[in-house]
């Protein structure tokens, strides 16, 4: 099994930038596909980003692309997503993700385990 535990969300104005880190225990998750979602309130929960073990292939949203960057440190367990220029509509909750899969996949069924989520809030 492996836990996923995300961190540094919170409050920041339109332009600002934050790093969200998410800690994986319980099993290395160097052969697994990392990705983060988000969620905003009364919307469904989509795709942002993704990193594949294999190569460190990246995927990303084209809402993100350009803004966000993925990365993973094996050898600290944790993958980081470095959010810049940041907008209001990037407001959300933010999911980190992993899965056995070399691919990147941009549904969320694609993963099997999930994170608690950490809020990211952005004013305008």
């Known amino acids: 099994q492996v836990q996923l535990g995300e961190s540094g969300g919170g409050l920041v104005q339109a332009g600002g930038s934050l790093r969200l880190s998410c800690a994986a225990s319980g099993r290395t998750v160097s052969r697994y596909t990392m990705a983060w979602f988000r969620q905003a309130p009364g919307k469904e929960r989509e795709f942002v980003t993704g990193i594949s073990w294999i190569g460190g292939t990246t995927v990303y949203a084209d809402s993100v692309k350009g803004r966000f960057t993925i990365s993973r440190n094996n050898a600290r367990n944790t993958v980081y997503l470095q959010m810049s220029s940041l907008k209001p509509e990037d407001t959300a909750v933010y999911y980190c993700?992993?899965?056995?899969?070399?691919?990147?996949?941009?549904?969320?069924?694609?993963?099997?385990?999930w994170g608690q989520g950490t809020q990211v809030t952005v004013s305008s």
């Open positions: 993700a992993a899965d056995s899969k070399s691919n990147v996949g941009r549904g969320g069924s694609e993963y099997d385990y």
